[in-house]
């Protein structure tokens, strides 16, 4: 005749710690005017980078050019941070001035 053992796992809610998962942070990427980066050069960068279609990132760069600066993304950190590399890498590239800096939002 088989043994049936009844194993019972014994669990207590009040001593299970839950991990709550964090939203991560945010940040704003924004492009600064200057005097020497051309707009044509600036709509260029927020359609390739920032995939901004012609009409947005007309807009946007006009925020820059009479706001002295536009906002062009929310992203997390490390995206905002690679984001802003790719723009100072293209414009030194090109010869541009062009500066773009990361903001918690």
């Known amino acids: 005749m088989p043994v049936h053992i009844n194993i019972e796992r014994h669990t207590d809610n009040s001593t299970k710690k839950k991990k709550k998962l964090k939203e991560p942070d945010y940040y704003r990427v924004v492009l600064l005017n200057d005097n020497y980066t051309t707009m044509d050069f600036v ?10 279609n012609e009409e947005e990132a007309e807009r946007i760069m006009l925020d820059v050019h009479r706001k002295g600066r536009g906002v062009v993304g929310v992203y997390t950190l490390d995206i905002a941070q690679t984001k802003v590399n790719q723009v100072h890498t293209l414009a030194r590239k090109r010869e541009f001035p062009l500066k773009c800096i990361v903001e918690k939002q």
């Open 43 to 52: 709509v260029e960068i927020l359609m390739s980078i920032f995939h901004k």
